[in-house]
């Protein structure tokens, strides 16, 4: 219960986390009336990994902990949905791995068209709120997604970097990567921090003596909450707030 995400529909974000550790340079977000596709190229997942998705929770030492955390997270919470069921896909044509789900109520679950290239996580959703899931999934995907190498193309288009307009400003520095524009008039600056590609917290504190911003970080080294709502304050995460002082 401690690894459940208070918002299941953040599902999607464990996911892109896990597309971002995999190392894939673009993803491709698609959906039709009550199904969510996410298909990338990066590191294939093994059969080991897709064999107990879950064990990579407890086992936070294993190679591929981190993308392995995410995508349980991502399962733990999109089951809440109930789904009628849940699709990993994985690795080259000769040696494709697979992983399913399906509905506590439903049937056999029909696998999904595999073209045998890259990595899919597909989950089709029940009900009548199947449409709103979708529409909501991707643009959750869009909204929440940024400082990060790793393209977003959502329904065939792909998504600006919501940093890269004129009046932001950016810098790396110590690990850190972070953007910032001025947000006048305002007491303290707003903050959001990312974690692999994905919005992992926001919150509003004074930083410095002088005119507030709008900022917008991650570091490779970040940790979140067992929750994922949070990030971690590590003495790290206090260092990378005093860079913006300056």
């Known amino acids: 219960r401690e690894r ?28 039709d009336w ?5 298909r ?3 590191r294939p997942f093994s059969e080991a990994e897709l064999r ?6 407890l086992d936070l030492e294993a190679g591929e902990a981190v993308r392995g955390a995410q995508l349980a997270y991502g399962l733990l919470a999109v089951l809440r949905f109930d789904p009628a069921g849940v699709w990993v896909l994985s ?27 890259g990595t899919l996580l597909q989950v089709t959703f029940s009900g009548l709120s199947a449409p709103w899931r979708v529409w909501q ?16 193309v959502v329904a065939g288009r792909e998504s600006s970097d919501p940093f890269g307009a004129p009046e932001w400003q950016s810098d790396e520095q110590s690990g850190w990567r972070v953007a910032w ?23 509003e504190q004074p930083i410095g003596a002088g005119p507030q911003k709008d900022v917008a970080m991650t570091h490779p080294g970040l940790r979140l909450s067992l929750s994922q709502a949070s990030v971690v304050r590590a003495a790290s995460f206090a260092r990378g707030l005093r860079l913006l002082e300056r």
């Open 181 to 203: 524009r001025p947000r006048p008039g305002e007491a303290a600056s707003r903050v959001r921090v990312y974690h692999l590609g994905a919005l992992a917290e926001e919150f």
């Open 137 to 152: 999934s991707a643009y959750r995907a869009r909204r929440r997604f940024g400082l990060c190498a790793t393209k977003l």
């Open 34 to 38: 009550r199904t969510l596709r996410l």
């Open 91 to 117: 690795g080259p044509p000769e040696q494709r791995v697979r992983f399913s789900l399906a509905s506590r109520g439903g049937g056999e679950l029909e696998a999904p068209p595999d073209h045998g290239n």
């Open 4 to 31: 459940q995400r208070a918002d299941a529909g953040d599902f999607i974000l464990a996911w892109l986390r896990c597309v971002v550790a995999s190392g894939a340079p673009s993803l491709a977000v698609t959906g």
């Open 40 to 42: 990338f190229f990066g």
């Open 52 to 57: 107990d998705p879950y064990r990579a929770l």
